[in-house]
Nanobody
């Protein structure tokens, strides 16, 4: 059973930084064969795409709202995907979820229901 465990959330002031981690276990194939993504959900809002790193070639994708501030990366030795978040804003406050898919196609990386596996989420709060 594939499991995803996020960590690294917390409270930070506007302009601050956090690095989220998501460790994958129980994989049925090499970690590099999985596309990994981050989504977030703020209270009263739908879950929204934040960033993705595609399998194998590792192309990266970002929501316009985080482009230039967030960076996604992966470590295939540690089976971990990271989300470095800089210049955080209050509107970045949300629960951040890690998602994985072995079969997703590139055109669907921003679509939540295209992912088979999800973590439990980690809270990020940006407030002064």
């Amino acid at each position: 059973q594939v499991q995803l465990v996020e960590s690294g959330g917390g409270g930070v002031q506007p302009g601050g930084s956090l690095r989220l981690s998501c460790v994958a276990s129980g994989l049925t194939a090499s970690f590099s064969r999985y596309s990994m993504s981050w989504f977030r959900q703020a209270p009263g809002k739908d879950r929204e795409f934040v960033s993705a790193i595609f399998r194998s070639g590792g192309s990266t994708h970002y929501a316009e709202s985080v482009k230039g501030r967030f960076t996604i990366s992966r470590d295939s030795v540690k089976n971990t995907v990271y989300l470095q978040m800089n210049s955080l804003k209050p509107e970045d406050t949300a629960i951040y979820y890690c998602a994985a898919s072995q079969s997703i196609i590139l055109s669907s990386v921003r679509t939540a229901n295209a992912y088979a596996y999800w973590g439990q989420g980690t809270q990020v709060t940006v407030s002064s």
